[in-house]
């Protein structure tokens, strides 16, 4: 980190050679401000502008013996290690970083109008929840978005750019014998796919297995005779859908969405 920082004119302290140029930015002067109050745990707004967030700790939850490294800023969490080839727990760990940052239900607010986080499990120390102001939670949420032109994927290792084996491990530009091909998924399977040999299994899940296997909805199966489902009519015009709904008793409109148990919080912010 100290290497890549260089090369940016920047240090692990926050200093650099960038800063001047940065300075005369307000957009990236806030973000910078967003991403250090972040990374260092400090408040941004309130009396406690500058200084750690105020936490809350119960020592009877602090784990000593845990594997986590804390040094310069930077933490290592080794306590989760799985094998290249467990597909579900590798499939749990994808699911577990892909959550969303923050847990509505665990967000309350108190009644001097700051805000209560509670993890949903304690820090090393014991650390069970902390308080912060409302726009020091919008500075951590702001932290958290990429910046415009910013790469969501990395590779590392044989698959980086400037690896030396890299030209070993991929293909060189050019070297498809034919262009990529877009294949529409079927519902259930059992469409034609002239990309799929009979001697193989299908490549690409159909839709109906990709959503019992993310929401937990089974379309195979008939839900009043238990039987598999078959197709009897497809409808692509919004006349043909209109009908169609309209033969079986349903409006043309979806149903209303179900309220979300927890509202959305309302943040005292002073009108401008």
Not at 130 to 140: G, K, Q, T
Request: hydrophobic residues 40%.
């Amino acid at each position: 980190m100290q290497k890549i920082l260089a090369r940016h004119g920047r240090t692990l302290d926050g200093t650099g050679e960038s800063d001047a140029h940065d300075a005369e930015l307000p957009e990236q002067f806030a973000l910078s401000a967003c991403y250090g109050a972040a990374a260092s745990g400090l408040g941004l707004d309130g009396e406690r502008a500058g200084q750690p967030l105020l936490r809350i700790v119960d020592p009877n939850r602090a784990r000593d013996a845990e594997p986590v490294a804390d040094v310069m800023g930077f933490n290592v969490h080794a306590q989760v290690a799985i094998p290249a080839r467990d597909r579900p727990r590798l499939e749990r760990l994808c699911r577990y970083m892909c959550r969303p940052p923050i847990a509505q239900d665990r967000l309350e607010e108190q009644p001097g109008g700051k805000l209560r986080y509670t993890f949903k499990k304690a820090w090393k120390d014991g650390t069970v929840a902390i308080v912060l102001e409302p726009l020091d939670l919008i500075a951590r949420v702001c932290a958290l978005v990429p910046p415009p032109r910013l790469h969501m994927v990395r590779y590392h290792g044989v698959l980086s750019s400037h690896a030396k084996l890299r030209s070993q491990v991929v293909p060189a530009p050019g070297a498809a014998t034919s262009p990529t091909r877009v294949v529409q998924l079927e519902l259930f399977g059992d469409g034609d796919d002239s990309e799929n040999d009979t001697d193989h299994e299908p490549r690409r899940k159909p839709w109906a297995w990709l959503l019992r296997h993310v929401f937990g909805e089974d379309l195979a199966t008939c839900p009043h005779c238990a039987g598999p489902m078959r197709w009897l009519e497809a409808a692509t015009a919004p006349d043909a859908i209109a009908r169609l709904l309209a033969r079986h008793g349903l409006g043309p409109r979806p149903p209303p969405t179900r309220p979300a148990p927890i509202g959305q919080l309302r943040l005292a912010f002073p009108k401008a």
